[in-house]
């Protein structure tokens, strides 16, 4: 990074300071690892060779005090050399559409889009919303929207599945609990160098984009709808005011769902392959309840329940998300050993 050549190029420049990012939590941690080992080798080193009372009762709590330490350092370092997946870094597609339930289900993709909104802020990510398709009532029958900022593929990647929602819909008189669900997909985005579409198989389509009731309406024809003719794919896109942004956006989220279906195809084929329980992401998996009158949201893959369901919808998800990757990092190690 010091070299002046180095220095010069911006593009090498910042490929060698992530990778530099990347590198330096497994330094540390080996770092640690080895002093922890060294400090107990002297210590018992010491316990050894010296008849000193006052000197082997300090080397007895340092040797104890490495050992305690050191299979905690270790299990750190065994984390951060796992496998990584080759997505975390990238930014994230989420897609949540309204399921079993009617406009209740709308309404609960729309508070589902909102706690996500919320969670990104607090990690300091930028939400922007592709495309809308809202209710009378505000709720959302689908939306899809990228989240761009560092690990939010890595976090978010958890969340795709079968999101279920027991409560008193706004719309329901007698005060009776009703469940509905909504789906969540959440897909790495994808560049042209990473997924080559063909142009000749997709049909391009230019329209007005609209909202609920009228609002929302694009005096200009600048609403993108993109299909993938050998699969039947359909985007749209139709949040930006340019055509070509639209455009751009809707290919690029094409593209993901296109790469996404091929690696569930290629994991269906390696069916017979141990794969960990977190994370398959699976559309048809319920995978998080979320109970209002009790006031519990449950991950039932990791059997976790937190009684805070204000905080959570309001985009307090860490404890749940870092719960799903604890878990992950677990049943990682168990197949690596």
């Known amino acids: ?31 640690e690892v080895r002093r922890l080992r060294a400090a107990a080798e002297e210590a018992q080193a010491l316990l050894d060779t010296e008849t000193d009372q006052e000197l082997r009762a300090l080397a007895r709590e340092e040797l104890d005090g490495a050992l305690e330490a050191l299979p905690e350092a270790e299990l750190s370092l065994k984390k951060l050399l796992l496998p990584k997946d080759p997505n975390d870094g990238k930014n994230v597609i989420v897609e949540i559409r309204g399921g079993v339930g009617g406009e209740e289900s709308a309404l609960f993709a729309a508070s589902l889009y909102r706690m996500y909104a919320m969670y990104a802020e607090r990690r300091g990510w930028q939400v922007a919303i592709a495309n809308l398709n809202e209710t009378d009532l505000g709720g959302m029958k689908e939306v899809s929207f990228v989240v761009e900022g560092e690990g939010a593929f ?7 599945g079968v999101h279920r ?86 290919l690029s989220i094409l593209a993901s769902r296109l790469a996404q279906a091929e690696r569930e ?11 960990s329980q977190v994370g398959a992401g699976m559309r048809n998996e319920r995978i998080r309840t979320y109970n209002f009158p009790q006031g519990r949201v449950t991950d039932h893959r990791i059997g976790l329940t937190v ?31």
């Open 154 to 160: 890595s976090r978010l990647k958890f969340e795709s």
């Open 1 to 31: 990074m010091e070299a002046p050549e180095t220095y010069a190029d911006p593009a090498a420049y910042g490929a060698l300071a992530k990778e530099r990012r990347e590198l330096e939590p497994v330094v540390d941690a080996w770092r």
């Open 265 to 275: 195809k290629q994991d269906a084929q390696r069916a017979d392959e141990r794969r």
């Open 165 to 250: 929602v027991q409560r008193v819909p706004e719309t329901e008189t007698q005060g009776r609990v009703h469940t509905s669900t909504a789906t969540v997909a959440v897909l790495p985005e994808m560049d042209e160098q990473e997924f080559k579409l063909d142009m000749n198989e997709l049909r391009i389509d230019v329209f007005r984009s609209s909202g609920a009731g009228g609002q929302k309406v694009n005096k200009t024809s600048s609403a993108i709808r993109v299909t993938h003719i050998p699969t039947g794919t359909v985007v749209e896109c139709q949040d930006e005011r340019s055509q070509y942004k639209n455009k751009a956006r809707a």
């Open 307 to 337: 009684y805070k369901i204000d905080a959570v919808m309001n985009g307090d998800l860490d404890e749940i998300i870092d719960g799903l990757i604890t878990a992950d990092q677990a049943e990682k190690l168990r197949q690596e050993a």
